[in-house]
Nanobody
Framework: QVQLVESGGGLVQPGGSLRLSCAAS????????MGWHRQFPGKQRELVAI???????NFADSVKDRFTISRDNAKNTVYLQMDSLKPEDTAVYYC??????????????WGQGTQVTVSS
C-alpha cells in the first residue's frame, strides 16, 4: 500500500553532519505528519523530530538546535539534517509518516530504518 524508503545513514565523526531522506511511494492521497524516530540498542524507540502539514515542527530536547527537519510534499519526502553530531546520537533512525491513501483512511507507516554511527 505505502512504502517508505530511507537513505543517508552511515558513519560520521563527532561534530560532523549527515542528512537523512525518506521517500514515500504507493497509493498516497495525502500525508499529514512526517517524522523521525530513533532507537538505541536495548532501548525503546523515541521521537527525534516531526513536521506537520502546516510546517509546524517539534524536536526532542536532545537534538534541538542541532537537527532540522523539512519536507518536500511534491516528492512525498522528509529530510533530517543532522549537524554537530555526537556519539550519543548513534542509533537506528526510522522514518514515520501518517498517510491517507487513495483507497483507505489514515494510517501510520514506518521506514526500514537506517543506521547512524557517530564515532572517531
Amino acid at each position: 500500500q505505502v512504502q517508505l524508503v530511507e537513505s543517508g545513514g552511515g558513519l560520521v565523526q563527532p561534530g560532523g553532519s549527515l542528512r537523512l531522506s525518506c521517500a514515500a511511494s504507493g497509493s498516497i492521497f495525502s500525508i499529514s505528519t512526517m517524522g523521525w524516530h530513533r532507537q538505541f540498542p536495548g532501548k525503546q524507540r523515541e521521537l527525534v523530530a516531526i513536521i506537520r502539514s502546516d510546517g509546524n515542527t517539534n524536536f526532542a530536547d536532545s537534538v534541538k538546535d542541532r537537527f532540522t527537519i523539512s519536507r518536500d510534499n511534491a516528492k512525498n519526502t522528509v529530510y533530517l539534517q543532522m549537524d554537530s553530531l555526537k556519539p550519543e546520537d548513534t542509533a537506528v533512525y526510522y522514518c514515520k509518516m501518517v498517510v491517507r491513501t487513495t483507497t483507505r483512511g489514515m494510517g501510520q507507516y514506518w521506514g526500514q530504518g537506517t543506521q547512524v554511527t557517530v564515532s572517531s
